[in-house]
């Protein structure tokens, strides 16, 4: 199983990015994919670290949005290429981040997700992840 994120880069402030999750070796309408994100200085907390900023269900599309990126990011699932996009616009300097992709079978989605979001803890498989940085 595994994960693989693109998309990252340098983008001026108000500028936007797509962020690819491009899986394998799980069936993709089983589980959700939640993008999370880290501040770069903060690497020694690994992964566990990071914050939720969205997250979509392949089972019902059902999704959520962190407060801080309503309105901005954009979260969608092809199921033919069994790949999450996250689009970002109107990007910010605080949006600078590594961003992470995970998953997590739907049947351990704790309720409350669409509106709390999801932990860290909870996921299943991560991947690498791929930089944004957005320049003031």
């Known amino acids: 199983r595994c994960s693989l994120e693109s998309g990252g880069g340098l983008v001026q402030a108000g500028g936007s990015l797509r962020l690819s999750c491009a899986t394998s070796?799980?069936?993709?309408?089983?589980?959700?994919i939640a993008w999370f994100r880290q501040d770069p200085g903060r690497n020694r907390e690994g992964v566990m670290g990071?914050?939720?900023?969205?997250?979509?269900?392949?089972?019902?599309?059902?999704?959520y949005y962190a407060d801080s990126v309503k309105g901005r990011f954009t979260i969608s699932s092809d199921k033919a290429k069994n790949t999450v996009y996250l689009q970002l616009n109107n990007l910010k300097p605080e949006d600078t981040a590594v961003y992470y992709c995970?998953?997590?079978?739907?049947?351990?989605?704790?309720?409350?997700?669409?509106?709390?979001?999801?932990?860290?803890?909870?996921?299943?498989?991560w991947g690498k992840g791929t930089l944004v940085t957005v320049s003031s």
């Open positions: 070796g799980f069936i993709f309408d089983d589980y959700a």
């Open positions: 995970a998953n997590i079978w739907t049947g351990g989605l704790n309720p409350s997700w669409l509106t709390a979001g999801l932990e860290p803890g909870a996921m299943s498989w």
């Open positions: 990071s914050q939720g900023v969205s997250a979509i269900s392949n089972y019902d599309g059902a999704k």
